[in-house]
Each structure stands twice: as structure tokens, then as C-alpha cells.
């Protein structure tokens, strides 16, 4: 599969741009989970309305809290405030966030029997209210981000009914009875076109699929489990939206991380923190713009860990698309500071000669 990436136009903003395959230097950034526990204003939201799902379902709450970054270290993205899980809540499992808990949901699909859940596309409809209130309190200069979590990952929740070290139970699954398997997974991509077409026809101008547990699987239940149902969606959303970028982001990925880019008819790929910027640059088709990927632990850290860390990234990939971002998300403990502290490195001119 080719990569497609449109054009780009001079009305476009910086994220955008680059997303098109257009080279900014300074490159744009945003940080994934970058609205949210780390931030005061955050907490006190949270405090004042309750649980997570209230905040995620009430557009103006979570409209509020999608621009809090903003204001805060102008970010060239605004990433729309919400969960992976939103999918299967709207396919018809019950989700729940618990205090001091991950989230749950029941009933757990064990035997991948997902024909007895009841859809409700009303929650999928909250969230693009929020999507549409973000993009019309933007600035031009800022590019709206949907997002979703892709099939594997879902489906490792869905089956679990929670979070797991390792995904064995539907690892397991998915070697026994992969017929079964297969059906979840279609649904779940089926739900996930719907669900990212809705963002986008709402405002997002591109969307990111994450897919937190792809790096869990072997190559060759990769390629059936992650790249197939990506290329699937991505293929099918391409149809109904064909200037909306795509990134897609294989947490785990590693060496399979090019077949991933290739396969899969991204628009971007998203590089997590174990990856080498160099490597991951010389493996990459040319033109493609990535997405990453420094470590979350060392924007914690801060000080020379992060400029050093800032100076590697940015040139590795100095003569290719980049936006600027964490390998994943952002640690709650962050200091404000800090973030200001990448912010400026990010946006200062690139020291020539720093290859390393």
C-alpha cells in the first residue's frame, strides 16, 4: 500500500502542513495526554465535576480542558479530550472509571462474543459535540486532532475487560479461535470508521489511531492483528474523507515498525521512546513525516537529560516532515516548568553539526 498524503496549502496550519509532507523548522508540536493531570486548572475541573467520563461526556468540560494547554504553552495541536474506550462503551459494554482504578468494562468478551452488546451511538455523538466546540474556539494557527484506538488494542480490553501486563488472555484468543477473534475485530473497525468519520465531518482536520499494546504481538499475529485492521480503516476513511492525514501510532512496534509504514497507508507514523530517531529515519520512506518520540521521563527529569534528548530528536529528523512529541503520554508528575523549558528548546533555531 502507498502512503497518501495531500497537498499542502498556504491556508494550512504548521501541524497540518507537515502532516501534508511539508518541512517546518521549527518543527510543530503537541504532547499526547498533554490535557490533563499535570495541569492545576485540570485537577480543579476534575474536582468540581466528579469522574472521568463525566468530564469526557460534557462538551463543555471537555472543550475546556482540550484548550487548557493551549493557553498555557501554545501548542500547535489541540488533541480532543477523551478516551480510547469510547468505542467499545458505544458498541455496548459498559465502561466505568473507579477512583484509584483503571477503567472496566463488563461484561468481558472472553469467548469474543460481541454479537449481544447493544450499541448506543449517543455516546459517540457527545464526543463530537466536543470536537465541534474545540475547532470553533481555535485558533487558525492550530490543528484540530480526533483520535481512536485501533482494533488490537481495543479488542485486548474488550476481551480482558480491563488493562493487562502482558494481553495473554486474548493473545490466547486470538491463537484459539481466531475466526471469533476476527469477528471482534471487524466490528471493532466497523465502529472505529464510523466513530473517526464523525470527528472528522465535526472538525477534525486529522485524526491519530492509537495502538498502545501493538508491541505484545508477534510478527506474523502484527501483521493479521495491527496492521490489517489499520490498513482496513484507514483504506475505508481515505474513501470518505481523502484530505484528512492519518497518523498511526504502533506503540511496541520496533523492527516491525517499517512494514507498519508501508503497509498500512498512514499518512505519518508516531515513533514511541524506544526507538532510535536515527534508525527510525533511515528506515522510513523518505518523504514520510513521523511523529515523536521523546521520552516522557525525560521531559520529567528536565535540565541537560532533556536538551540533550530534544537536540537528538530534532536532528534525526532535520531533512524529513516532523512534529515534535512524546514517545507516549505525558507523566502526571511532569513540572509545568518543564514543559515550558521543551516548549523553547523545541521552537529554538537547530544547533548545524549536532548530528550525533
Known amino acids: 500500500m502507498t502512503v497518501k498524503t495531500a497537498a499542502a496549502t498556504p491556508h494550512d496550519p504548521p501541524l497540518l502542513a507537515v502532516l501534508k509532507g511539508e518541512h517546518r523548522d521549527p518543527p510543530p508540536v503537541w504532547l499526547m495526554r498533554q490535557a490533563g493531570r499535570y495541569l492545576p486548572e485540570y485537577r480543579a475541573l476534575r474536582a468540581e465535576k466528579g469522574g472521568f467520563l463525566e468530564l469526557v461526556y460534557d462538551a463543555d468540560a471537555a472543550c475546556e480542558i482540550t484548550l487548557q494547554p493551549l493557553r498555557r504553552f501554545k501548542m500547535d495541536g489541540a488533541i480532543l479530550f477523551s478516551d480510547i474506550l469510547i468505542i467499545p462503551h458505544g458498541m455496548g459494554q459498559h465502561l466505568t472509571f473507579g477512583p484509584g482504578e483503571g477503567p472496566q468494562l463488563s461484561p468481558p468478551l472472553a469467548s469474543a462474543d460481541w454479537q449481544g452488546l ?66 471482534l475485530i471487524d466490528a471493532i473497525v466497523k ?11 465535526a472538525g477534525a482536520q486529522a485524526v491519530q489511531l492509537f495502538d498502545s499494546w501493538a508491541g505484545s504481538l508477534s510478527p506474523a499475529q502484527f501483521e493479521r492483528w495491527v496492521i490489517a485492521p489499520t490498513a482496513s480503516i484507514v483504506s475505508q476513511l481515505m474513501a470518505l474523507h481523502p ?64 536538551e540533550a534528548a530534544v537536540t537528538r530528536i530534532r536532528t534525526a529528523f532535520e531533512n524529513r516532515p516532523h512534529i ?24 529554538a533555531p537547530l544547533q548545524t553539526g549536532t548530528r550525533a
Do not use: C
Open 118 to 183: 447493544t450499541p448506543n451511538p449517543e455516546y459517540f455523538d457527545r464526543i463530537y459535540a466536543t470536537v465541534a466546540k474545540v475547532r470553533a474556539a481555535l485558533d487558525p494557527s492550530v490543528t484540530m486532532l480526533g483520535f481512536a484506538g485501533s482494533p488490537w488494542t481495543i479488542a485486548t480490553y474488550m476481551v480482558n475487560g480491563h488493562g493487562s501486563k502482558d494481553q495473554a488472555e486474548t493473545r490466547a484468543l486470538a491463537y484459539r479461535d481466531p475466526a471469533a477473534f476476527q469477528s
Open 324 to 347: 515534535f512529541n512524546l514517545g507516549h503520554g505525558i507523566i502526571k508528575e511532569t513540572p509545568i516548568a518543564h514543559v515550558e523549558a521543551l516548549m523553547e528548546l523545541v521552537r
Open 243 to 306: 484530505d484528512t492525514p492519518i497518523i498511526g501510532f504502533p506503540k511496541g512496534a520496533g523492527a516491525k515498525l517499517a512494514a507498519y509504514a508501508a503497509e498500512t497507508g498512514v499518512d505519518a507514523v508516531g515513533l514511541d521512546e524506544t526507538l532510535d530517531p536515527v534508525w527510525a529515519d533511515s528506515v522510513l520512506p523518505a518523504d514520510m513525516p513521523v511523529q515523536g518520540n521523546l521520552d516522557p521521563l525525560a521531559l520529567l527529569t528536565g535540565g541537560a537529560a532533556l
Open 191 to 201: 465502529a472505529t470508521v464510523i466513530y473517526l468519520s464523525g470527528q472528522i465531518k
